[in-house]
């Protein structure tokens, strides 16, 4: 026989380990709820943590890329004013009615009085070279609305700026080296005492032996750029808010639907227990039940998949939307150029009736480019688009139309020769989106390289199955390795462009997925040749 005081102390001992027990049927769902919520919000403010930081980094990261494309902007929108006034007095000299005198009276008169951008202390300065390898006397100021007091005077190479740097024997070597110079350098603000960074370009005028200069402050960059971050933070700081907020309520609403979930377990427990113990018609009608609530789970995790492809779906238009602003980048320079143009022509009373229509005809042409380039990406993923039949030079100088004027201020040479018989059958708007892109990149490449020469080679060959297309430039080839790198999203070989790595991208995919084509490059002696081969 047992003694009772054992049998009390094994009772105490099982009252001990069933308190011990952590989760039992009575407590079950109430464990799960505790659980489920631990690792919910665990996984919430993780996911928030490491968004607010990796939008942080972004923020950076997206400032600095910023501040290097708008200076390399500056740099683009100066380069350019200085040659649209070089081609001005270029016409000029083509009037017969006017000395040479009077003809750069008539420019000084012009430079002194122009202003590009509205508001900034831009200006035009020129000075007549006396001796270009510098040094005392080696020009005169015939230009600076800034500085009056030096007009007509020589001046040194030997001048230093506040911060005892001599630009002026620094532009000069560039100058006698390749015709033109950037430099940054220290000067008086106009109407004002202020000693400010400048950022000039420098272009050598050899009609009149001028060297033609425009600068714009940095600290008004400055400012645009200050405003632009601003700008940013505050759009950012929005919208770490709002994640954080739909983080909170996705985190709600998983508590409120665990909580109803876990008492369903509990009814369906406390079902299950008594109908354990009823006759089988009740067990049986009981797996009937459980199969309903099933199926109807099944049809809600359904529900969650769908919304889960919309929302992919929104994500797939956001990049197509910033694919498109990619894509405009290029047009919108050509209609600038073109605007301006027109403007210098206008102010000179050279507008005639030809140029204005020749111009307004390039602008059309430009702007009926952006509008399809908007059609192309809104059916981008669709499968059933039309294809049509079309010549492919016609194809060719319908984008050389928009790329002619950009092409000939550069002095680039461009060489086309393709069989006016040649057909191809495809989507004729995607195919010139991607010689354009492939032309504009050999464009900028043979800029950035600074060829002597430049020339851009575009001709075609008629196969068996397949039409070959190749355009070869000069502009020293592509450093990237394995070669097919520069098709990846983002890549980019250009350290100073504007220049994103989306194009390649963009065209690779147009011509293997929807052309069934190939897109191919390969260096050569000279330069670069991509090869479009489409089907026939």
Do not use: C
């Not at 020589?154 to 740097?165: A, R, V």
């Not at 015709?179 to 350098?185: A, M, P, R, V």
């Not at 370009?201 to 400012?223: C, L, M």
């Not at 113990?277 to 769908?306: F, G, H, P, T, Y």
């Amino acid at each position: 026989m047992i003694p009772k005081n054992n049998l009390s102390k094994d009772k105490q001992f099982k009252g001990w380990i069933s308190k011990l027990q952590l989760i039992t049927e009575k407590n079950i769902s109430k464990m799960i709820i505790y659980i489920f919520i631990i690792i919910m919000s665990s996984m919430i403010f993780m996911i928030s943590y490491f968004y607010v930081q990796n939008t942080n980094n972004n923020f950076e990261k997206e400032m600095q890329k910023y501040i290097h494309e708008y200076y390399n902007n500056q740099r683009a929108i100066l380069k350019k004013e200085v040659d649209t006034v070089i081609d001005i007095l270029n016409y000029n000299l083509t009037k017969d009615n006017m000395t040479q005198h009077e003809l750069k009276e008539d420019a000084i008169r012009l430079l002194n009085n122009i202003s590009f951008q509205a508001k900034k202390s831009d200006y035009f300065f020129v000075y007549e070279i006396k001796k270009m390898q510098g040094g005392k006397d080696f020009a005169r100021l015939v230009v600076n609305p800034n500085r009056p007091d030096l007009l007509g005077k020589l001046i040194s190479t030997d001048y230093k700026d506040q911060n005892g740097k001599k630009f002026r024997e620094e532009f000069m070597k560039d100058i006698r080296k390749k015709g033109e110079s950037f430099k940054l350098y220290a000067y008086k603000k106009p109407n004002s005492d202020d000693v400010k960074e400048k950022l000039s370009f420098f272009k050598y005028y050899k009609h009149w032996n001028w060297v033609i200069s425009i600068g714009v402050y940095t600290d008004d960059i400055e400012k645009q750029i200050a405003l632009k971050q601003n700008t940013l933070k505050q759009r950012v700081k929005k919208q770490v808010i709002q994640n954080i907020l739909l983080f909170l309520l996705f985190l709600t609403i998983a508590i409120v639907i665990s909580i109803l979930i876990s008492e369903k377990i509990d009814n369906v427990l406390q079902t299950y227990q008594a109908k354990v113990k009823a006759k089988s018609d009740e067990l049986m009608l009981l797996n009937e039940n459980l199969e309903k609530r099933v199926s109807l789970e099944i049809d809600k995790n359904r529900e969650q998949e769908q919304l889960l492809v919309q929302k992919s779906r929104f994500i797939a238009l956001g990049e197509m939307i910033s694919n498109i602003a990619h894509q405009w980048r290029q047009p919108l320079s050509e209609l600038s150029s073109i605007f301006m143009f027109i403007k210098f022509k206008y102010n000179l009373n050279a507008l005639d009736k030809e140029t204005m229509d020749q111009k307004s005809l390039e602008a059309e042409k430009v702007l009926e480019y952006m509008s399809h380039t908007i059609d192309d990406f809104r059916n981008f993923f669709m499968p059933k688009k039309d294809k049509e039949k079309f010549k492919l030079n016609q194809a060719i100088e319908s984008v050389m139309t928009i790329l002619s004027s950009a092409l000939k201020n550069n002095y680039i040479k461009i060489d086309i020769n393709i069989d006016e018989n040649i057909e191809v059958d495809t989507y004729l708007n995607e195919f010139e989106q991607v010689v354009l892109n492939i032309i504009s990149n050999a464009k900028d490449v043979l800029i950035y390289n600074q060829i002597k020469k430049p020339f851009i080679k575009i001709y075609a060959k008629n196969n068996k199955n397949s039409v070959n297309l190749y355009i070869e430039d000069n502009g020293s080839g592509i450093e990237a390795k394995p070669i097919e790198k520069i098709f990846e999203p983002y890549f980019t070989t250009k350290n100073d462009s504007d220049g994103t790595g989306i194009g390649l991208y963009m065209s690779k995919i147009i011509v293997e997925k929807n052309m069934k084509g190939k897109l191919k490059v390969e260096n050569t002696i000279n330069g670069a040749r991509f090869e479009i081969v489409i089907p026939i």
